[in-house]
T-cell receptor, first 119, second 114 residues
């Protein structure tokens, strides 16, 4: 059951243009959404997050948009740079009940999108 | 503090052997997570700790997998009687709580079962 889906395995963009990475989810209990970037031979690096009470969050060149009714989020990178070439993962978190109580402990990740920015 | 450290970086083992991985989180982080990633997929949640308490385990974590975090500092993930399907990248992450601030991941341990 893939609760978080990134339907585009890859995206190719020219340097200086906008990169738009998309993510869809099915679990309406997700409250927080995050984007991670991953270079080969490294662990994922946190980029930006958004709470479900917002529809937009911006940090420098990165903006995340959330459409709760469509269960869709996107990451915009403007302007794109060759150093942005990496695998991008979206992730989501729901409030979980577990033995220790309740918390937002676990992240559910999408399959990733390979972004290539050409000079 | 140089971030989340995982050891070893690579491990090749024969099917049926036991393996143990270690994760040293960022020192002030009280939460520690284990994930597994296979080729072409995103990280899959395995388990997480708050201090020394293991709060949640995934159904992916069969009886052959066990994780510990004694004294709430470093953590170990042990896989007993390894199978070829266990071949994957095992990622550890830590956080101070507050999911919106993200988790800091280590570089992972790549396990190959032959």
């Amino acid at each position: 059951d893939q609760q978080v889906k990134q339907n585009s395995p890859s995206l190719s963009v020219q340097e200086g243009r906008i990169s738009i990475l998309n993510c869809d989810y099915t679990n309406s209990m997700f409250d927080y959404f995050l984007w991670y970037k991953k270079y080969p031979a490294e662990g994922p690096t946190f980029l930006i997050s958004i709470s479900s009470i917002k529809d937009k969050n911006e940090d420098g060149r990165f903006t995340v948009f959330l459409n709760k009714s469509a269960k869709h989020l996107s990451l915009h990178i403007v302007p794109s740079q060759p150093g942005d070439s990496a695998v991008y993962f979206c992730a989501a978190s729901a409030y979980n009940h577990h033995a220790g109580g309740t918390s937002y402990g676990k992240l559910t990740f999408g399959q990733g999108t390979i972004l290539t920015v050409h000079p | 503090d140089t971030g989340v450290s995982q050891d070893p970086r690579h491990k090749i083992t024969k099917r049926g052997q036991n393996v143990t991985f270690r994760c040293d989180p960022i020192s002030e982080h009280n939460r520690l997570y284990w994930y597994r990633q296979t080729l072409g997929q995103g990280p899959e949640f395995l388990t997480y700790f708050q201090n020394e308490a293991q709060l949640e385990k995934s159904r992916l974590l069969s009886d052959r997998f066990s994780a510990e975090r004694p004294k709430g500092s470093f953590s170990t993930l042990e896989i007993q009687r390894t199978e070829q399907g266990d071949s994957a990248m095992y990622l550890c992450a830590s956080s101070l709580g507050g999911v919106l601030y993200g988790y800091t991941f280590g570089s992972g341990t790549r396990l190959t079962v032959v």
